[in-house]
Each structure stands twice: as C-alpha cells, then as structure tokens.
C-alpha cells in the first residue's frame, strides 16, 4: 500500500540538466508554489490532463504531467495536452503575476491592469490559449497553480 504524504509535492525535470529554458522556468515556480502555499497540492493532483506551454519568442515548449505525488515537466510537447499555452516568457511571467481564488474557479487577477492586459492579448491573438473553451476548469487550474500571489 502506498501512502500519499499530504504536505509535500515534488516538481522534477524529466530531461534534469538538458531541460530548455521554458521547463526550467515552469518547474521553478510550481515547486516555489507548492512549497509557499501547500494549499495547491490538493490542486495539483485534482488536474487529470497534460498541459504544454510554448514560448513564442525562444520557440521552445515543456509539457506538465500532474500526478498523486509528483509534476513532471518536460522539454517539448509530450503526449495529447488538453490545454496549450502560446505566449511570450514576459506574458507566462504576466500570468504568474494573476490572483486565483477558489482554486482558479474565481480569476480575481483579471480585474487588474495586468489581467486586463493578459485578456487584451489573449483578444488579439497575441497570447493564444488552445484549449480555453473546451477545458476552462483546467486552463484556470493552471493559472492558479503558476500564479506567484498569494490566494
């Protein structure tokens, strides 16, 4: 029988030293998240599906695989990723600058001048989040989880 310790949560490299700058950037803040707010370890493994972020300005991509005690991210687009996210390194910082309440079901961040810039790029085509319609419950899960503000 395997026990899931309900206070930590692990966020590895798949690819360790070789991992591009995307992977590296994205892993570092879900592991500072998890440890500076536990509350999103619960989140964490309640998201079932992979997600990839592609950044459009180095054109390199990582894919973040959720598991019961552990997120992996890898270098690239792996497996079927329900949620694919196309932006700058400056807009995915923008993005980890949003407040998320209730576990991202309550985008708060968006009300802000930052948000409103976020929601004009998205608008635009300028940040493009494939996947925002058919599974918004795990595009804001994502945003709560990469987000730097305290909930």
Request: net charge neutral.
């Amino acid at each position: 029988m395997k026990i899931i310790d309900e206070t930590t949560y692990e966020v590895g490299l798949y690819d360790g030293a070789e991992a591009n700058g995307v992977a590296s950037i994205v892993a570092m803040l879900l592991g500072q998240n998890f440890d500076n707010f536990p509350s999103r370890i619960s989140l964490a493994r309640k998201t079932a599906h992979h997600i990839s972020i592609f950044s459009t300005d180095t054109d390199s991509a990582c894919t973040i695989v959720f598991g019961s005690n552990e997120a992996v991210v890898y270098n690239d687009i792996v497996g079927r990723p329900v949620v694919t996210v196309f932006a700058t390194v400056d807009q995915i910082l923008d993005l980890s600058q949003l407040q998320m309440k209730a576990g991202g079901l309550l985008p708060v961040g968006f009300l802000t001048k930052r948000g409103m810039s976020v929601l004009y790029s998205i608008g635009r085509h300028r940040l493009v989040v494939k996947g925002l319609l058919t599974h918004p419950i795990t595009t804001l899960r994502l945003l709560a989880l990469v987000s730097v503000i305290e909930p």
